[in-house]
């Protein structure tokens, strides 16, 4: 197996896990409390790792963290449970689906990315496919949520080619528990504003923070970035489109829940749209579009 290789699916790791998110989410927490939840998916496991570290950032790497916490994290899930809870139907995964396009486009200004026209074609065919694979019939257009979610879209895709520009002179882990940090801190007080109170947690409550925490939050993005660091956002953002392609596999497995014909031509679609985005990679710059850097 090629570094490349294990590189893709180590990275292909971390939105595999996060499609499980809505099954624990629905299954195991208290409902009606999207920033309160998210904002105890980050900080913890922020201020957990900050405590192995022992580590704060120095200079311009303050603001570069709220930044990258702000886009990868904070504005990011605020922006998502928005667009879910207004977008029935699965229609929320569909516009997020956008991001790998926007990825492309946007690495091209700030890193100087060629935009390969096989990696645009991949990127639509991605967001194709999870709509064969998320939309219903009753899915309704609510432009407040389709907004939220282009632009929850936007900042997860603005997260991922500003950490693979600013990689800073620590440690993976070190990285992570900043964002992390930065993304939770940011969260506390809109959470603390906008929701009431958790109620008694019990458990099962317990047990679905922590591994939105620990599994869901601190592993996966240590995965995450380190694919970020190692490879072309072009390449890692397609991978983003697993976590849906995962979720309706978990509730067929888990929940019982129906698989139609259209679904599994849309597995396919989206498996191929990610093959396709790590082909283009492999494509000459020279027959693609570039800057002359």
């Known amino acids: 197996m090629t570094t490349k ?3 893709l699916l180590l990275t292909a790791v971390a939105p595999a896990i996060w499609g499980s998110t809505y ?76 991001q790998p396009l ?18 645009l074609g991949a990127a639509l065919a991605g967001a194709a496919g999870v709509g064969m694979l998320i939309l219903t019939p009753q899915a309704a257009l609510d432009p407040l949520g389709v907004t939220a979610g282009l632009a929850g879209a936007a900042s997860m895709a603005g997260g991922t080619v500003l950490s693979r520009k600013w990689q800073p002179p620590v440690s993976l882990l070190t990285f992570t528990a900043w964002q992390l940090s930065a993304g939770g801190l940011l969260l506390l007080p809109a959470a603390l504003w906008f929701e009431p109170l958790l109620p008694s947690l019990t458990a099962a409550n317990v047990l679905g ?17 380190r694919g970020i660091a190692r490879l072309e956002p072009a390449a890692v953002a397609p991978l983003g ?15 019982s829940q129906h698989l139609t014909a259209m679904q599994l031509v849309g597995m396919a679609v989206v498996l191929l749209s990610v093959w396709l985005s790590q082909r283009a990679q492999r494509i000459a710059p020279s027959v693609s579009f570039s800057t002359a850097r």
């Open 209 to 225: 923070l922590a591994y939105l925490s620990l599994i869901g939050a601190a592993l996966t993005y240590i995965l995450w970035f």
């Open 5 to 7: 290789t294990s590189d």
């Open 23 to 98: 099954l624990v989410t629905t299954q195991l927490l208290p409902q009606g409390y999207p920033l309160t939840v998210a904002m105890l998916r980050a900080l913890p496991a922020g201020l957990l790792l900050l405590l192995i570290i022992r580590q704060l950032p120095t200079g311009v790497w303050w603001f570069r963290i709220f930044v990258l916490g702000a886009l990868n994290f904070s504005i990011f899930w605020w922006m998502l449970f928005i667009s879910a809870y207004r977008l029935p139907g699965g229609m929320a995964a569909t516009v997020g689906a956008i």
């Open 102 to 119: 926007m990825v492309v486009v946007l690495a091209y200004p700030v890193l100087g990315s060629p935009i390969r026209i096989l990696s």
């Open 241 to 255: 489109l697993l976590s849906p392609l995962t979720a309706v596999v978990l509730g067929w497995l888990v929940l």
